[in-house]
């Protein structure tokens, strides 16, 4: 990747250059990436099941952004997070398995990997395990 030192006036500029530009400017993490615009998916080459998938995750995410703004619901999930945070802080892989059990074959519900970082992934991870 070529690398340079771009004039004062790239700082300012994000997104297109003007309407039928394919050149897009984006800013990450201190630097500026001048590349193509990125191609949105068509419509048409989405499938059923993904259409299931982003249909329920909306209703999840809707149903976590009510959970959240109630604050006697708020309190409940911040003691559980919290729980969980406790737990997790000790051994992530025994924490997941104790304070999320099994699959009816034994296995963790969730990836010995998965570790929570937000109130919010965590309310969402635990509405789209008891919608199914």
């Known amino acids: 990747m070529a690398q340079a030192e771009l004039n004062i006036t790239l700082d300012k500029l994000s997104g297109k250059i003007y309407g039928d530009s394919d050149v897009y400017i984006a800013h990450r993490y201190g630097r500026t990436v001048i590349s193509h615009y990125p191609r949105h998916r068509d419509e048409k080459s989405i499938t059923p099941h993904q259409r299931e998938l982003n249909a329920s995750f909306s209703k999840i995410s809707k149903r976590t952004k009510q959970e959240l ?18 737990h997790a802080s000790q051994d992530l892989a025994k924490a997941n398995l104790e304070f999320f059990g099994t699959n009816p074959d034994g296995k963790p519900t969730v990836p010995a990997d998965k570790y929570y970082f937000t109130l919010r992934g965590f309310v969402l991870a635990q509405l789209s395990k008891t919608s199914k």
Do not use: H, L, V
């Open 69 to 86: 703004s109630d604050p006697e619901k708020r309190a409940a999930w911040q003691e559980r997070y919290d729980e969980y945070r406790r």
